[in-house]
């Protein structure tokens, strides 16, 4: 914009002040002219009556002078050596021409006064006109100059969302909000990945420092923990089957309990993790459909103006690709977090995997303990 109004603004007030101040000079100085033509008007008088006295019959009469005639010859004279001084002339030359002028017609020093400060009082009114004309003129050459250059359009992100079509607008806030659930889902999954894991290696360190089940029970004290629902699974299972004597079916039993409930805390973990999937699959695609709706409305747009240049076209253009790149940044920080979710999951899944398998190992020590009558199967019978 400065660099614009630096160039315009001379050229205005250079092209508008030389008018101007001829003007404002033409109709000052017809006071002075009228002063300067009084002298030499004097004689005309006498020269026009001295032919009607001398003069022959016959003879052509005199044409009588033009009254004024001297006056016109010095606003003249003077436009003339104001001309002279080409088009940078600045306003003290100006007036040093006509101070000039005036002297050498013989002007008193009070008329050569009087037509300066009309002279000064001019070139103020004269600056103050061209002022005006060429700000408006270059408000004017700046607007053009906007609407040329497509500039009129606001193209920061939220201006071109006000901007948008409705579908496209429509797309920009579904992927806003997927961007929202992605970084809340991070924060709230990260919290409870983070507590699980501490507190599951704190039950593993008791659970192998137990030396049988009902120690574990004891130091498995915390409700809800998930190494007291393991070793409470244990023990119902061991109670229910206490009438049975094989030792493996009761291992295989509780084997199997303790494999469900690994895969439901697994489960119960990954919840939330889905939509992170979800959105770093498909937020691409809705943003390259917002990119296609922004890109046919200005296909459109260039039909009906019936015109090729970039400043029509580029407004839609930019916001269909805004809805592209909103897309991309909902898809991609939602895929790096599902990984990262994923590896973590994994190896929660791998620490209650090993908790498990401590239950297990307490559960075969407990079992031979047992007397050890309870070690044949019912259906064998001793035979002599």
Known sequence: MKPIA???????????SRPVAALMISLMLLPAG???????????????????TAAAPGATPAAPAQAGAPESVGLTALRESIDTLGPQATPEQIREATR???????????EITATMDRLVEGEKLGQDLAAALSGAALDGTLAGEEADNGLGHDLSPWGMYQNADMV???????????????????????????????????ELARLKAARNLPEAAESASREGSLSRVLVHDALEEMKLSANTREKEGIKERVSFRLERLVAASGRQMSQGT????????????????????????????????????????APGIAE??????????????????????ARSIAGYKAQV????????????????????????????????
Do not use: C
């Not at 000039?100 to 009070?110: F, P």
């Not at 691409?284 to 015109?307: C, E, H, R």
């Open 168 to 202: 496209v607008k429509g797309v920009m806030i579904g992927l806003v909000l997927a961007s929202i659930l992605t970084w809340t889902v991070w924060v709230a999954k990260g919290i409870e990945l983070l507590g699980a894991k501490r507190r599951l290696r704190e």
């Open 320 to 341: 269909a690709l805004l809805a592209t790149a909103m897309g991309l940044v909902a898809a991609i920080p939602a895929v790096v977090i599902y990984n990262v979710f």
């Open 34 to 52: 009228a002063a300067l033509a009084e002298e030499p008007g004097t004689a005309a008088p006498a020269a026009v009556q001295a032919p009607a």
């Open 100 to 110: 000039q002028k005036m002297q050498e017609r013989g002007a008193s020093a009070e």
């Open 274 to 313: 889905g939509v992170l999937a979800t959105i770093g699959s498909t937020a691409p695609f809705v943003g390259l459909f917002g990119t296609v709706w922004g890109i046919m409305n200005s296909f459109i747009g260039i039909a009906k103006s019936q015109t090729t240049n970039l400043a029509v076209v």
């Open 6 to 16: 630096s160039l315009v603004q001379p050229t205005l007030v250079s092209r508008f």
């Open 353 to 384: 995997a090993d908790a498990s398998a401590q239950v297990l190992l307490l559960v075969s020590r407990d079992l031979d303990h047992l007397p050890a009558d309870r070690n044949q199967a019912p259906h064998m019978v001793k035979v002599s």
